[in-house]
């Protein structure tokens, strides 16, 4: 489990901010890991907690960015940009309606955002639009352990839902979990079963399979988190024979379900015949 997330912050780190500094990338990598731990803690700011520690590790991660982004907007005004196509220049380019950038605290929300959610020959997107099953394996796997566990609402307006009054004002919470693993909606639904997006039985409602959210938050960075997730899916299987070394391990919930023991595996290169 620690392999696979230190994959996927390398490959974010290197579309989004393009970062050649090995030390920064590992001091960020800390970070992120305490700042994501934070996002499902209790929200009290005091010394020791999870909570405490996430928000101060979210301040280094933005100090750390700062003079990144300085730099880099310094080298746009200059026409010499070292790194043209990550995501940060992009952004630093940008420009809102009235013609204006985008103010610093803009960019390093987003691009916070989109990270807390190879050597070998680089997938084509050719290849990617053709992984039509290994796409159903990845729908399945969110649908039992959705990437986005749930978030707040405020409540518009006084409401009722089976039986429960829910006054205007009021934060909800609510948890994709919920009608993920629902029987009326998906078909015993504690099974893996990634046919089930192939042909449906009946039609899934709307609002019920939410791996990303919805609305106005719906994760902007769904696109790219589908094309990572089926590009490792594909290098993984196709380069590696692999096995688990506990297959007793029990999963235990973080609050999300996650191996006890990390997920300890043994690799070994697969022979390919050219």
């Not at 974010?12 to 731990?37: Q, S």
Request: aromatic share 12%.
């Amino acid at each position: 489990m620690v392999f696979m997330k230190k994959l996927s912050y390398e490959i974010a780190c290197n579309v989004l901010f393009d970062i050649k500094d090995e030390h920064t990338r590992e001091a960020m990598f800390v970070d992120f890991t305490l700042a994501f731990k934070a996002i499902h803690s209790l929200p009290i700011n005091l010394p020791g907690t999870t909570f405490w520690r996430g928000q101060r590790a979210r301040a280094r991660i933005v100090d750390r960015m700062i003079p990144i982004m300085n730099k880099r907007r310094e080298e746009l005004s200059k026409g010499v940009l070292s790194s043209p196509n990550d995501m940060l220049s992009c952004l630093l380019a940008l420009r809102d309606d009235n013609h204006q950038p985008l103010d610093d605290d803009l960019i390093t929300d987003n691009l916070i955002f989109f990270i807390s959610k190879g050597r070998n020959r680089r997938v084509t997107w050719a290849e990617i639009q053709k992984m039509k099953y290994t796409w159903r394996v990845a729908q399945e796997l969110m649908r039992m352990i959705p990437p986005l566990f749930g978030s707040f609402r405020k409540a518009l307006k006084e409401t009722n839902y089976e039986g429960y009054d829910i006054p205007k004002g009021w934060q909800v919470y609510w948890a994709a979990y919920g009608t993920h693993m629902n029987d009326d909606i998906f078909e015993n639904p504690h099974k893996f079963d990634p046919s089930r997006f192939e042909n449906p039985p009946k039609i899934i409602p709307p609002y019920s399979y939410l791996p990303f959210g919805t609305g106005l938050h719906y994760y902007v960075g769904n696109e790219f988190a589908s094309i990572e997730t089926l590009t490792i899916i594909h290098n993984f299987v196709k380069m590696y024979e692999w096995s688990q070394v506990n297959p007793e391990e029990v999963i235990t919930r973080q609050p999300m379900p996650y191996p006890s023991m990390g997920l300890p595996i043994k690799m070994k290169p697969r022979c390919i015949i050219p």
